[in-house]
């Protein structure tokens, strides 16, 4: 297992005396006391164990605070009736702007919508609110009804305290961020002013924040592109931290030539050919300027195998297919057949010669895709008559009686959603519905930890490029960045406001991607734990993230069928590629990064032309005016199509000579 000569990045600072304690054991203790008036006694065990006063808080308390909150904002006195009255009167007003001012103004329609309903409910008028949803739901964005459909559940006051309701809760902590431009800003208070609609002027103060900018009015294209977010769009100063997106500097591996390049015949001294340069390659090899420090988050140290398989991997990149819009990839499928238990999860390694595979039974399964079989290690006795020194002990210490093409592993007690082979392909993470994260052993075939720390179900989880960390998503609303030699998480990523459902490394390891429920994306810092970056856009939950090869881009897709290209220097949308019918659930880069392959729930395979996406970009453009930013969305960005027969695609993988293998189970047809 990969260790570094330094402690890795730390989540929580154990202070001394505070980790020796359980802390739902502490705090059910600080409460006894404080119910018995002990305070000497309350106050030394809180400074000795590092305990603060929300921790003390009982459920009933925090009931009661929310109820508080609550009244503060939504206690209201005004007429019921009224409501309906004045919402229409707001849509009466934005119809009647200049089109150019129609299309922001009606962005503030959904907002109020939901909170004069949840006034209406807080205040007691049931019947009022019923009839005001009734009217007026239909008239909200399309992919804003599922979300109301969960709106309808409040219906009491009570329904407001404790609720799990996602979106309610959103909307009482958060303010709904808005972007508009400085005169549709200006239409909207004078008719407010004018007209003294004092109501709706308070929604607008109380519950709405509006990000104000100087420029012409954003389009149509450019207001759905930005929008779906949970609490609207993003505030500008969400995106304004720099990101060091380069890439690391690859350490000189030496290259031996391939026997059809030595070449020549009888006295004469071969010539070498001159190899092509690879512009990737190219770039890892020279200090990026955009690049972080190497030192920046500790990261293990290589081994003699980790250089192997590195000159390996650039041997391989030598005889890479170039591919651009007339040189298309080839595409080999595997299906799975006769899958009783359902294929859950699937992931390729690095080096294209494993294939792992999760099912809904809690177990999972290893492929061989290449003639070699898989083995595992000999018994310790053996294992002691072997020459250490031997040249080929790595392969001595392996048992030809275990050969198979395939290999089993038990241990989860739920459906495993995810699955991650490590870069040296010793190691297999899997993540599953009983709220673990375990890693094995490719070697010997077994578990060999058990990750606790979510309290829910864990839905994906992806080691790091060069090892040693990884990264799990689940329903409790946070990402964890892990050791695997740490049995405790060293970050914890909160902010995201519904369930995290992927997540992924930056290829230089010190950020990493995650996406949410709540329609967003967002970037973490793995040095602070800080997240830099939010991108709103997605109209519902994003199930799939990748980066491309060179950091540049992050690329997004999810159950909106939409697959979308971010720009992590602004944090800006780049490209919008349009063409899948149902969910995306995987997407990958060709290696040198001028395709991008995405697969998922309408049973196709599709490829984009990143190349065309980063020429027509308008690096020009300032991003923090909204009206200025251009979303590239053309049709001619898809290069191909092409459709299973009834198999789901669940996995992309483009080999190191840029061959896309895909993975999926086949359905039969009802």
């Not at 075939?445 to 720390?453: H, T």
Request: glycine letters at 6%; charged letters at 25%; a negative charge.
């Amino acid at each position: 297992m990969a260790t570094t000569s330094e402690d890795p990045v730390e989540s929580v600072k154990k202070e001394p005396g505070s980790c020796q304690y359980d802390k739902q054991t502490l705090v059910a203790v600080l409460q006894f006391l404080r119910k018995h008036n002990l305070k000497g006694t309350e106050s030394l065990l809180k400074e000795e164990a590092k305990v603060s006063e929300d921790d003390l808080k009982t459920e009933e308390d925090k009931k009661t605070e929310v109820s508080q909150a609550l009244a503060a904002v939504y206690k209201s006195d005004d007429d019921p009736s009224l409501f309906e009255d004045l919402y229409q009167d707001l849509k009466t007003f934005i119809d009647s702007c200049l089109d150019v001012h129609k299309v922001e103004l009606s962005t503030i329609l959904y907002p109020v919508f939901v909170h004069m309903y949840l006034e209406l409910v807080y205040n007691g008028h049931q019947w009022n609110a019923s009839q005001f949803y009734s009217r007026f739901w239909q008239d909200q964005d399309e992919h804003r009804h599922e979300d109301l459909a969960r709106l309808t559940s409040v219906r009491q006051k009570e329904h407001m305290v404790g609720s799990d309701n996602q979106l309610l809760e959103s909307f009482k902590t958060s303010k709904f961020i808005l972007r508009m431009s400085r005169d549709s800003y200006t239409h909207l208070k004078r008719h407010l002013q004018e007209k003294r609609l004092s109501s709706l002027l308070t929604i607008v103060q109380d519950h709405l924040f509006i990000d104000v900018f100087d420029g012409v009015p954003r389009t149509q294209q450019q207001i759905q592109a930005s929008g779906g977010g949970l609490t609207g769009e993003v505030d500008r100063d969400a995106n304004k931290a720099k990101v060091l997106y380069g890439l690391l500097r690859e350490p000189d591996v030496q290259i031996a030539l391939d026997d059809d390049e030595e070449g020549g015949d009888g006295d004469e001294k071969p010539k070498k050919k001159k190899s092509k340069k690879d512009p990737l390659l190219m770039k890892k090899s020279k200090n990026d300027p955009n690049a972080p420090a190497p030192t920046r988050i500790p990261l293990p140290e290589l081994k003699d195998q980790d250089h192997r398989d590195r000159a390996l991997g650039f041997r391989e990149a030598k005889k890479r297919v170039k591919l651009d819009h007339n040189h298309l990839p080839s595409i080999c499928f595997y299906t799975f057949v006769n899958s009783f238990h359902g294929v859950t999860c699937v992931d390729v390694s690095d080096d294209s010669s494993l294939m792992a595979a999760g099912f809904s039974d809690g177990n999972l399964r290893v492929w061989s895709l290449t003639p070699q079989k898989l083995r595992s290690m000999k018994g310790v006795d053996d294992l002691d008559i072997i020459d250490k020194e031997a040249d080929d002990v790595m392969e001595r210490i392996f048992d030809d009686r275990t050969a198979t093409d395939f290999k089993s592993l038990s241990g989860h007690k739920g459906a495993v959603y995810s699955a991650s082979i490590s870069p040296d392909r010793a190691y297999l993470l899997s993540a599953s519905e009983d709220g673990t994260v375990r890693l094995w052993s490719l070697q010997i075939w077994s578990n060999l930890v058990c990750y606790k720390g979510h309290n829910f179900p864990v839905w994906d989880v992806r080691f790091s490029p060069h090892g040693y960390y990884f990264a799990s998503a689940s329903h409790d609303r946070t990402a964890r960045v892990w050791a695997t030699d740490h049995h405790q998480p060293v970050r914890i990523f909160a902010g995201h406001l519904s369930d995290v459902d992927c997540c992924r490394f930056h290829p230089n390891s010190n950020y990493v991607a995650t996406g949410s429920s709540d329609n967003s994306v967002r970037l973490w810092d793995m040095l602070n734990g800080s997240c830099v970056r939010v991108m709103t856009g997605h109209k519902s939950a994003v199930h799939c993230l990748e980066f491309s090869p060179d950091g540049k881009f992050l690329a997004s897709g999810g159950a909106d069928s939409q697959v979308l290209i971010w720009d992590l220097a602004t944090g800006t949308m780049v490209a919008q590629l349009l063409a899948h019918t149902s969910t995306v659930y995987d997407l990958c880069f060709s290696r040198e990064g001028t395709m991008l392959a995405s697969g998922g729930l309408d049973d196709s395979i599709r490829v984009w032309d990143m190349q065309k996406i980063m020429a027509e970009q308008d690096t020009e453009a300032d991003p923090s005016i909204p009206s200025n930013i251009t979303i590239n969305d053309s049709a001619s960005l898809l290069l191909g199509s092409y459709f299973t027969k009834n198999t789901t695609v669940l996995g992309l993988h483009f080999t190191r000579r840029n061959l896309l293998l895909a993975c999926g189970p086949f359905v039969a047809p009802s």
